[in-house]
């Protein structure tokens, strides 16, 4: 860019995105499956794998780590019913070939990573990656050059494990060929061009006299530590033969010698550029920057900072360098209380039914209710695998839910329970949980299984001492509520004669779930009951909290060794003072929004909000919030934002 002379440095391959498919190829063959580079292969941009099909199991894979569970089946079973409704008008589908993919890599058979992968598995893996190439090379008009460099080193690949003696391959030796394979071939960019001053990449090469000399990229980017490569017995019999093997401590005097030649060769002018950050991470200044500053007095002297305009106005005779240019911070402004919708308030009024999500969202966060389930506005999902405390809810709630549907679950004794999900664990992880089945998360296995058979017995326990059997889990419940179709599912459903208890199962909590009981903001648990009454009273309610194995519920009616959180208060009076408030909410919430005013509350509007409504009749409305909506999707929409 400044008209120098190009040096002609080579660099990396242009195809390197191309064949990372190459590493990951090899996950397939494997079991336990690891989600981690599963998500990578399907994240590819390259893949031999349609790009729909790749995104679905991305997604789904983000939330629930695994293959084969019910819901993947149901997702695949769904993508090839909509492509071979698309295919029937598009040519360009070819629903066969994508079958074809979709076998190939994920109904194939798997092996033990602890043991070995016959050689004629691996083979087949790269042949096919081989093959695939090619045809996606003529199909592009044998445009992308790259695929065919990805098909000449998935046939190097093939033919080395041809040649290999062993009939089948450890995970590390097939990953030591494909490693030896692997490894993207410089490219020269540009060609070197007359005038251009000679570069090296080691320091080591710098071997004779050098008038002036720039060391780019002056930081610490040595192996700070040496280890042989030799066990002692092996360099005791090689020294016995007249082999001497260059150990550590020979390694880094050559080190030390070689770092300090280019310094001392320099005759005239050393220009020495002291980066902070590569590529993103900080680095620290080489090694010898400390032996010049014990040197040297007053380096300052000879230091330019480029940051600085002194710095830059010093080096601007040698080289013109980019120019700062100061960008004002642009706010997005503060949060007003309302948003006023004026035209299209027609399709701002009361949707045919509501779930729970949707209702608090309306009662609590109007704009929310707006955004999500009016204008639609949904965040797509991470292609990332969930942390470990919402995996281990999401696995918690389908052991207990395969645990409940057991028949006479409610009289089993806890060597029992343990042995089910003892039995259980194996199929559940590898489907939903693949996570925790590699290698060195054994700890972090066993310690949540353990919670998970402490937890189960608890609950049975807690249904044996209160005559509670389960009626059913994952319980769809419906119902009216002020004029209102309500739809909900209850985690679990129990029945003790006439009477109906329902429970909602949480991973963690505790604390929280007091505190909405308390201060009677439980609304789930009281939609819950009314619906599960069947017009008749109410359900018992309780949150369970899995992690602890502790029943979280008003009083101890239902269930008593539990310690009530409001033990003096009539449930029911409760129960109705609620579900009026709820109704009451309803219709203001419905009020303001089918004239186009949005309320929107965090703790920037509270203020305002409480002018607005202070000759407003609040006192029978549920309590409002006074903090932020906690994980909002929509901050930059409301100017939350900084």
């Known amino acids: 860019s400044e008209g120098l002379p190009a040096l002609g440095m080579p660099s990396a391959s242009l195809a390197r995105p191309t064949l990372q498919v190459l590493k990951l190829a090899t996950v397939f063959l494997w079991k336990p499956l690891d989600p981690f580079k599963l998500m990578e292969f399907v994240s ?47 040519d360009r589908i070819d629903l066969n070939r994508i079958r074809d993919q979709y076998r190939f890599w994920f109904r194939r058979q798997r092996y033990d990573i602890s043991g070995r992968v016959p050689r004629e598995e691996a083979i087949a893996v790269f042949n096919y990656l081989q093959n695939w190439a090619k045809e996606c090379f003529d199909e592009n008009e044998k445009k992308n050059s790259s695929l065919l460099v990805l098909q000449e080193q998935a046939r190097r690949i093939r033919e080395l494990l041809l040649a290999l003696p062993e009939e089948a391959l450890t995970h590390l030796e097939l990953e030591r060929v494909v490693r030896t394979i692997y490894e993207p071939a410089p490219v020269q960019l540009e060609e070197r061009e007359q005038g251009a001053p000679d570069y090296t990449s080691r320091a080591g090469a710098v071997c004779g006299p050098v008038p002036s000399l720039v060391w780019w990229d002056f930081t610490q980017s040595e192996a700070e530590h040496f280890f042989s490569r030799w066990y002692q017995p092996e360099s005791d019999y090689l020294q016995q033969h007249g082999i001497l093997l260059q150990g550590p401590e020979a390694e880094n005097q050559l080190q030390l010698w ?46 330019l900072d480029m940051d600085t305009e002194e710095g830059r106005e010093a080096f601007a005779p040698y080289l013109q360098l980019p ?10 402004g503060r949060p007003k209380p309302f948003i006023q919708i004026r035209r299209y308030l027609n399709r701002l009024q009361a949707r045919e039914q509501e779930s729970f999500s949707s209702l608090r969202d309306l009662f609590y966060y109007p704009y929310q209710w707006v955004f999500r389930h009016k204008v639609r506005l949904r965040q797509p999902a991470l292609l990332s695998i969930v942390k470990d405390h919402t995996l281990f809810g999401n696995l918690a709630h389908r052991f207990f839910e395969r645990l409940l549907e057991q028949e006479g679950v409610h009289r089993w004794a806890q060597e029992q329970v343990e042995a089910f999900i003892d039995a259980e664990q194996a199929d559940l ?41 389960v009626e059913a889990t994952e319980a769809p419940l419906e119902g009216e509520l002020f004029g209102l179709k309500i739809v909900g599912r209850a985690d679990l459903l129990l029945r003790r004669g006439e009477e109906r208890a329902v429970l909602d199962l949480k991973w963690r909590g505790r604390r929280r779930r007091e505190e909405l009981i308390r201060n009677e903001e439980d609304l789930q648990l009281v939609i819950y009951a009314k619906m599960a009454g069947n017009g008749q009273g109410w359900a018992n309610t309780a949150f369970y909290i899995m992690e602890e194995g502790q029943l979280v519920a008003r009083n101890n009616y239902a269930f008593q060794s539990v310690i009530g959180v409001a033990p003096d208060a009539d449930a029911l009076e409760v129960n109705q003072r609620v579900l009026q408030r709820m109704a009451a909410t309803y219709e203001w919430r419905m009020q303001q929004i089918v004239r186009g005013q949005i309320e929107v509350r965090c703790a920037q509007t509270q203020s305002e909000l409480e002018e607005a409504y202070a000759d407003a009749p609040l006192l029978d409305l549920l309590e409002m919030k006074t903090e932020d909506a906690p994980f909002d999707d929509y901050r930059a929409l409301i100017k939350l934002l900084e």
């Open 323 to 332: 120019a700062y240019e100061p960008l004002e911070a642009r706010q997005l």
């Open 258 to 303: 070689q770092r300090q030649q280019p310094i001392l060769r320099t005759t005239q002018r050393l220009l020495l550029v002291i980066p902070q950050y590569v590529n993103g991470q900080e680095r620290n200044p080489h090694p010898l920057m400390g032996d010049l500053e014990a040197k040297c007095k007053n380096l300052e002297r000879a230091t």
């Open 429 to 469: 992880l590898q489907k939903e949980g693949a996570v925790l089945l590699l290698y060195g998360r054994e700890p972090e296995r066993t310690a949540f299984l353990q919670k998970v058979k402490l937890s189960a017995w608890s609950l049975i326990r807690h249904m044996q001492e209160n005559g509670w059997q």
């Open 44 to 90: 590819l941009a390259v893949k031999p794998l349609e790009q729909e099909l790749s995104n679905r199991i991305a997604d789904h894979m983000s939330q629930m780590p695994g293959l084969d569970s019910d819901s993947w089946k149901r997702m695949i079973a769904q993508y090839f019913e909509e492509m071979e409704a698309r295919a029937a008008y598009d």
